[in-house]
């Protein structure tokens, strides 16, 4: 039986969530839900989402009939008829969610807004698949974390252990949050070291990393400068380290020279070219000519599409709470060839 998915905030994250769900073969989507009518209920419609209120008061449920959709009921109708549910609220308002979903029984995936402490366990497909098989609730770490869980946890297994400084040049807002700055400046992040390094240590405690962020005028995309100090006798060379992060799953390795891909604007319109809906990137972005290994000291940079990598990282984590998939490399496989046909691009 096909596990039945409650998507919980239908918002930039939601919605791309929605449709990865809906094309795999083992998934349905029971329901979206929105806090009020609103532009955002018009794609939920013509998708086919059954569409619920994201509180269950009667004057909110109403409300969506005057703005003329058909809402099915509040949260708690919804998750009665759900397996799972993805919670994709605003960061830092999971917490206040867990309890409802804890009452109804229901299991819990949610986004790197939220802190690791809210579930205690969180998930990344290359990292730990293992370590959420059948638990109840986790969440799936950031952007960012999960960049840097795709190409540092292949380079720790070859290697035995990993060093990691890393600068993060990140977006300084999402494309929908213009209200938000800088504007014509550069923000270095004031909390050092940024939360990103410590965050990928949720999922690979192995790994040694700390990491500084920088805030910079762009809405699309995120680079990241690493420099990883790689134990004595690793055997790889700049080539060979190309070729282990190309042969990962979701992790692209292009030469920027030769693609004349050089910037994030040049990735995002490649994602558009081959056709990807919203013109996301769900791989991470490697430049092969950034790559280079330096006695022990590697270093290289990569891109993220922060509003699309951690989309098919949710579908495994569903397959890892259910228990309906254990190895991590068949449900990537799986979520990513059900994505690519749906969208055409496979
Ligand atoms: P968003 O603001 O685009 O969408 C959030 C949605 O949740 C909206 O539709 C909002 O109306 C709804 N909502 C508001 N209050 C709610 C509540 N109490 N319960 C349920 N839904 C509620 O936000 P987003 O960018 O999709 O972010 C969602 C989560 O994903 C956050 O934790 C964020 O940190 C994380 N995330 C975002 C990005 C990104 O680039 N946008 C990337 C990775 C992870």
Known sequence: MATRVAINGYGTIGKRVADAVAAQSDMEIAGVTKTAPSFGCELAVRRGFPLYCTFDDTARISAFDTGGYECAGGLSKLLAAADVVVDCSPGKTGGENLAKYRQAGVKAIFQGGEPHNVTDLSYSSSANHDANLGADATRVVSCNTTGLSRTLVPLWQHCGSLAVECTMVRRAADPGDSGKGPINAIKPVLKVPSHHGPD???????????????????????????????????????????????????????????????????????????????????????????????????????????????????????????????????????????????????
Not at 251 to 258: A, C, D, P, T
């Open 200 to 346: 990928l240590m949720t999922v690979c405690p192995e790994i040694s990393i700390n990491s500084l962020a920088v805030a910079v005028p762009t809405t699309i995309m995120h680079v990241h400068a690493i420099v990883a100090t790689l134990p004595s006798g690793h055997g790889l060379t700049t080539e060979s380290v190309v070729e282990l992060l190309r042969t990962q799953p979701r992790v692209i390795v292009m030469h920027g020279g030769e693609s004349r891909i050089t910037t994030t604007a040049e990735v995002m319109e490649m994602a558009r070219d081959i056709g990807r809906r919203w013109g996301d990137l769900h791989e991470i972005f490697v430049w092969e000519d950034g790559v280079s290994l330096q006695d022990d000291t590697l270093y290289y940079f990569q891109a993220i599409h922060q509003e699309s990598d951690v989309v098919p990282e949710n579908v495994d984590a569903i397959r890892a709470l259910t228990g309906s998939e254990t190895d991590w490399r068949a449900s990537v496989a799986k979520t990513d060839a059900a994505i690519a046909a749906a969208q055409g691009t496979g």
